[in-house]
């Protein structure tokens, strides 16, 4: 019987020796305290922010409206171009009056009577009076009456600097309307392109506003209209023209 527990002894030893060390290399989950389950915070909408609004810029005026309303003048004398600056409704009629820039040398000769203005490309035709004469630079107003309102050209009373460029608008030699451009230079002279005709029409800038008419040298054998120096233009500035033209807007 004692040797019997003696040899059970050493295999009792080994069997919980064993049993120990399964233990330890067992996995202790069951032993790990419980955790809490994750809690996702609530999703949080950020207030949505609408972007400003944002204007489309203002298409500006260009050369182009000052050239749909351009007057061509036809007289006995010849042809000459001008340029609308105002337009007003007559007190207590449907008529309306506009007054137009020219050169002097246009119009002091004639008679206004037979003058007949075109206006723009619409075939409208009509009488002008004369206004005033400028007291010494070759500039003129008439004045003639419409049953309609007209768009007229808004002045720019600076004078162009050197460089910039430049539109002319008239009829030379009475045939269809040009329009031309060129950089303006010393001397009131600027590089576009202008004929016999096109004397009082207007000179625009980019932005469609009169910095000047049409000026010419030389006299033509007619008096009507002078000459030009081709692909020099001698203008008049409204800077020039500003008090006087003053006096009558």
Same mark, same amino acid.
């Given at each position: 019987?004692?040797?019997?527990?003696?040899?059970?002894?050493?295999?009792?030893?080994?069997?919980?020796?064993?049993?120990?060390?399964?233990?330890?290399?067992?996995?202790?989950?069951?032993?790990?305290?419980?955790?809490? =389950? &994750? %809690? *996702? /915070? @609530? +999703? #949080? $909408? !950020? =207030? &949505? %922010? *609408? /972007? @400003? +609004? #944002? $204007? !489309? =810029? &203002? %298409? *500006? /005026?260009?050369? #182009?409206? !000052?050239?749909? %309303?351009?007057?061509?003048?036809?007289?006995?004398?010849?042809?000459?171009?001008?340029?609308?600056?105002?337009?007003?409704?007559?007190?207590?009629?449907?008529?309306?009056?506009?007054?137009?820039?020219?050169?002097?040398?246009?119009?002091?000769?004639?008679?206004?009577?037979?003058?007949?203005?075109?206006?723009?490309?619409?075939?409208?035709?009509?009488?002008?009076?004369?206004?005033?004469?400028?007291?010494?630079?070759?500039?003129?107003?008439?004045?003639?009456?419409?049953?309609?309102?007209?768009?007229?050209?808004?002045?720019?009373?600076?004078?162009?600097?050197?460089?910039?460029?430049?539109?002319?608008?008239?009829?030379?030699?009475?045939?269809?309307?040009?329009?031309?451009?060129?950089?303006?230079?010393?001397?009131?002279?600027?590089?576009?392109?202008?004929?016999?005709?096109?004397?009082?029409?207007?000179?625009?800038?980019?932005?469609?506003?009169?910095?000047?008419?049409?000026?010419?040298?030389?006299?033509?054998?007619?008096?009507?209209?002078?000459?030009?120096?081709?692909?020099?233009?001698?203008?008049?500035?409204?800077?020039?023209?500003?008090?006087?033209?003053?006096?009558?807007?």
């Amino acid at each position: 019987m004692r040797d019997k527990i003696i040899r059970v002894a050493p295999l009792m030893a080994v069997l919980t020796l064993l049993a120990l060390l399964g233990y330890a290399l067992s996995p202790r989950e069951a032993l790990r305290p419980p955790t809490s =389950p &994750a %809690v *996702e /915070a @609530p +999703a #949080v $909408e !950020a =207030p &949505a %922010v *609408e /972007a @400003p +609004a #944002v $204007e !489309a =810029p &203002a %298409v *500006e /005026a260009t050369w #182009v409206d !000052a050239a749909k %309303v351009a007057l061509r003048l036809k007289g006995p004398g010849g042809v000459g171009s001008a340029v609308p600056i105002s337009c007003r409704k007559l007190d207590g009629r449907d008529l309306w009056e506009v007054l137009a820039l020219t050169c002097r040398h246009v119009v002091e000769d004639e008679d206004l009577l037979a003058v007949k203005v075109s206006i723009g490309e619409d075939g409208t035709i009509a009488t002008p009076d004369l206004v005033d004469v400028h007291p010494f630079e070759d500039a003129a107003l008439i004045r003639f009456v419409l049953p309609y309102p007209m768009h007229v050209v808004p002045l720019r009373v600076e004078h162009p600097p050197l460089g910039e460029r430049v539109w002319a608008i008239g009829y030379p030699m009475g045939m269809s309307r040009t329009i031309t451009d060129g950089y303006v230079g010393d001397h009131n002279k600027a590089s576009a392109d202008v004929f016999p005709g096109n004397s009082g029409g207007a000179v625009v800038d980019s932005q469609g506003r009169l910095v000047g008419i049409v000026d010419s040298v030389g006299v033509a054998s007619n008096g009507f209209i002078r000459n030009v120096v081709s692909h020099v233009m001698f203008f008049i500035s409204t800077e020039e023209l500003k008090d006087w033209l003053d006096s009558h807007l």
